[in-house]
């Protein structure tokens, strides 16, 4: 079984080294029950940098982003619970992210387009990647997460390595600012009913 696993690595390096620069944090891997594992949980979306200029735009809006991640091994989607803040607002969101195990992809629909980003675990499991139009140079893009709301220089230095890589300049980085949420009074409100779900029940 494991050898099969890895032989089916082997096959599918040559397609996705074709498809992403050869950057060594930069070549995505499939994606596991362990990978789900990993990603299961709460995450603060950290700070990100985008060639593509509508992605650009959207995330000079966000001013703090923390979310939920409820994987479905059986039916490969990721519940997503996501606690935005905008304009000093709070917006909340959910949705289902679909899997794609081999491609080592998640993918979100939005506006009436299925959105895709590869999914990249660093060496600090406290930290991953999305990596965003790895095929389009003129509109490729990386967004860093972590489990915490702040996060070390280690922990960002392979998000920096990988910007220098695709030659996307540490000055075009956007970062968040979880001082500036307005969204754990919600939060908590949320906890409070799905405790109150879980005693009925």
Not at 13 to 37: F, M, R, S, W, Y
Not at 74 to 80: G, Y
Request: glycine share 4%; net charge negative; hydrophobic share 35%.
């Amino acid at each position: 079984m494991a050898l099969s696993w890895v032989l089916t690595v082997l096959s599918l390096l040559p397609l996705l080294e074709a498809q992403i620069p050869l950057c060594a944090n930069l070549v995505p891997v499939p994606i596991t029950n362990a990978t789900l594992d990993l990603i299961t949980g709460k995450w603060f979306y950290i700070a990100s940098a985008f060639r593509n200029e509508e992605y650009n735009k959207s995330v000079q809006e966000i001013q703090a982003t923390f979310f939920y991640f409820t994987p479905n091994k059986t039916e490969d989607t990721i519940f997503l619970r996501e606690y935005q803040t905008r304009q000093d607002q709070c917006f909340y969101n959910t949705t289902y992210l679909n899997v794609q195990r081999e491609n080592g992809t998640i993918s979100r629909y939005e506006g009436g387009q299925e959105h895709f980003a590869h999914l990249l675990i660093l060496r600090d499991r406290k930290t991953y990647m999305l990596a965003f139009n790895v095929n389009d140079e003129k509109n490729w893009g990386l967004s860093v997460y972590a489990d915490k709301p702040e996060t070390t220089k280690e922990q960002l230095g392979e998000f920096y390595e990988a910007l220098d890589c695709l030659h996307i300049p540490k000055s075009e980085v956007v970062y968040t600012d979880q001082k500036k949420d307005k969204c754990e009074p919600l939060e908590k409100q949320h906890e409070k009913e799905r405790k109150q779900e879980e005693g009925e029940s």
